[in-house]
């Protein structure tokens, strides 16, 4: 895993400043490659390249980048794990080319240089981005993999465009200007992300997943697209499995095993996160079957029952056999964690998991430098419980009178939190669903609102943005989109495909890349294998979803290795007690941050509406820590970053 950074300035420069300048942004993100660094400059065109290396596979300098081509037309950086890189390989050799060392950067490479950028990213199962500078064509290239796993930002400023992994690759060039996009963070404070491809900073933009920006000098950047959602499940649609039950799980495991195995492929000390859950579990499984001994595997856990998984990660683990490590947080430990976010997430992420995916990758670099992680399943396999409980809520409008459902809505909405926690505290914790008060709260919100409405309200952490950030216009947005509705009919599939495309890049695959990154370890993702993606859409949606829950196909690949007890349970989540803390040791905190004079003083928010949220979170029973949080992530990464 690497870092990446470079430009295109097509006026001509000195190659010596092009140079120092490609390794200031690189070096920016030494983290992402603490074990080597090297650029690359094409003085004619004003290209700069920069590079910062994890080493994982290939540890010798035949593998160092910036690299060219045998051909000497290409020039490549690169960022990421191409798990098929022997078969590539292997494919070139006996096409008559030559290589010099056993890197996947080198089969990318001269991939693109036989057979073309675009059939070369059609061929790579992996996670990946790279910029390609064609020197005869005098045309750079961007290229991103189908999920969005790694991460590529990029800025036009006249005939320059720069480009890096992060924004503080970006903020290093002397051309840096940042200025704060209001209407992106309305859109940051509905979903606690922005969306790509806009980013916090006006003029900023993200490389869609799947995509390839083609810049080239005297015309607009233009982008293709190699892979795309959209086209597998029209594909899927055409091309139904018709396989039985028995079959499908027996491919799935087969396709999982292959997934695992390409990414066990490491030259340094490998293992994995494991929460105990279905994902990773099943990751963890897969891995052990395929390893003569037993698998490094990390958990940690909190004092705190309600957010504690590591007693389910340890009978997993103890029942596979692994090398289990498991740290159990103290609050203190997790809140020290805090001022370290707006350096590690460069742009503002409200997702209070990140807290534990930091400390879990802290704890598993300390003893290697690959982890495997079960994230992607459920968006894959439909596996968030919300996807149920907006299905039905979905029943109501049309068998409910519309004055019946807002009389219910306004009702719910003037009850106080304290008798949703005593009406909590009667229902058994089998028909509970985590977040009690806060899923009360959702269905007031949806008992008045329109069908199309009901997935997006249930996703928003604030319902009108632009009443917080005056002057905004809320960018259009997925869940609202008409096309979407063509595209995927059937309600529960366009929840999973709307967060395919934005929540799973935006949020998880964010958090979990700087969290990881962060402390140089490399974190790789076998369920967003898009064989498997494409292979999950292909199947009927009740080999998904079954008896009023998600997964059932992926419970039975697992059932294979693990007794269901032991992962049979409700969904617990990753996250930590902020809602509590706010209350409490980080009340002080919440207050500065959270005053009129903080709001005010960067003339960005209305704090009334904020100051009105966060009294009721300090003076009522009410929990309203997620919008607090969003807008608490923001105000701390803003202050980081003035």
């Not at 080597?36 to 920069?50: C, I, K, M, Q």
């Not at 809140?335 to 460069?346: F, S, T």
Request: proline letters at 6%; a negative charge; aromatic letters at 10%.
């Amino acid at each position: 895993m690497c870092g990446v950074a470079g430009f295109v300035d097509f006026r001509p420069n000195n190659e010596a400043s092009l140079k120092e300048t490609a390794q200031l942004m690189a070096d920016r993100m030494l983290y992402r490659g603490p074990d080597a660094g090297g650029t690359w400059a094409d003085p004619d065109f004003g290209l700069g390249f920069g590079h910062r290396r994890l080493s994982i596979v290939d540890l010798t300098e035949a593998g160092s980048q910036p690299m060219v081509s045998n051909c000497g037309r290409y020039v490549i950086c690169y960022n990421g794990e191409v798990y098929n890189a022997g078969q590539l390989r292997n494919e070139l050799v006996r096409e008559g080319i030559d290589f010099r060392g056993t890197s996947d950067t080198e089969a990318i490479l001269e991939g693109c240089a036989k057979w073309g950028i675009e059939p070369t990213s059609r061929r790579m199962i992996g996670m990946f981005v790279f910029a390609l500078w064609d020197r005869k064509d005098r045309t750079c290239h961007l290229v991103r993999d189908r999920l969005g796993i790694k991460p590529l930002f990029w800025q036009q400023s006249g005939q320059l465009i720069t480009f890096a992994s992060e924004l503080k690759g970006l903020a290093a060039h002397p051309s840096w200007k940042p200025e704060i996009d209001n209407d992106s963070v309305a859109a940051y404070l509905r979903f606690g992300y922005v969306p790509a491809p806009r980013c916090i900073y006006r003029g900023v933009r993200k490389v869609r997943p799947g995509t390839i920006l083609t810049i080239r000098q005297g015309v607009e950047p233009r982008e293709s697209v190699y892979w795309s959602l959209e086209k597998v499940v029209a594909a899927a649609k055409k091309n139904k499995y018709r396989g039985s039950e028995a079959e499908a799980e027996e491919e799935l495991t087969a396709l999982i095993r292959d997934s695992v195995g390409m990414r066990m492929i490491a030259d340094v000390p490998l293992g994995a996160f494991l929460s105990g859950g279905i994902d990773s579990s099943t990751v963890v499984a897969l891995m052990q079957e395929q390893s003569m001994n037993p698998i490094k595997t990390f958990s940690i856990g909190f004092n705190e029952s309600t957010y504690d998984e590591a007693p389910f990660a340890k009978s997993v683990a103890k029942h596979l056999g692994t090398d289990h490590h498991e740290l159990y947080v103290t609050p203190k430990e997790a809140r020290d964690v805090i001022p370290l976010l707006p350096e590690m997430y460069d742009e503002p992420l409200s997702d209070s998991s990140q807290i534990a995916t930091y400390l879990v990758s802290r704890l598993a670099r300390e003893h290697l430098t690959v982890a495997l992680s079960g994230d992607g399943g459920d968006e894959v396999f439909c596996g968030y419980g919300r996807y149920f409980h907006a299905r039905n809520l979905m029943k109501y409008p049309t068998s409910v009178p519309q004055f019946l459902r807002h009389g219910a809505s306004h009702i719910l909405r003037a009850m106080p939190d304290a008798f949703f926690r005593g009406v909590e505290a009667v229902v058994p914790s089998s028909l509970r669903p985590n977040r009690f008060s806060h899923r009360i709260r959702q269905v007031a919100d949806l008992l008045a609102a329109d069908e199309d409405k009901i997935y997006l309200s249930m996703m928003s952490l604030w319902h009108e943005p632009e009443n917080l950030v005056p002057g905004a216009v809320e960018p259009p947005n997925l869940h609202l989109d008409q096309h979407v509705h063509s595209v995927v009919p059937d309600f529960t599939e366009r929840m999973q495909y709307i967060d395919t495309l934005a929540y799973l890049p935006n949020d998880i695959l964010t958090k979990v890349d700087r969290a990881s990154m962060a402390v140089s370890l490399e974190a790789r993702v076998p369920l967003l294998d898009h064989r498997i993606v494409e292979f999950a859409w292909r199947l009927p949606s009740s080999f998904r979803v079954r008896d009023g829950g998600g997964k059932w196909i992926l419970r039975q690949v697992l059932g294979r290795y693990v007794p269901s007890e032991l992962f049979e349970r409700p969904k617990m989540g990753f996250g930590v007690p902020i809602g509590d803390w706010l209350n409490g040791p980080l009340r002080e905190w919440g207050e500065n941050l959270l005053s009129v004079e903080a709001l005010t003083s960067r003339g960005l928010f209305n704090p009334e509406p904020i100051r009105a949220i966060w009294e009721k979170h300090q003076n009522t029973q009410e929990d309203w820590q997620y919008p607090l949080w969003t807008v608490l992530s923001l105000q701390a990464w803003l202050e980081h970053n003035s």
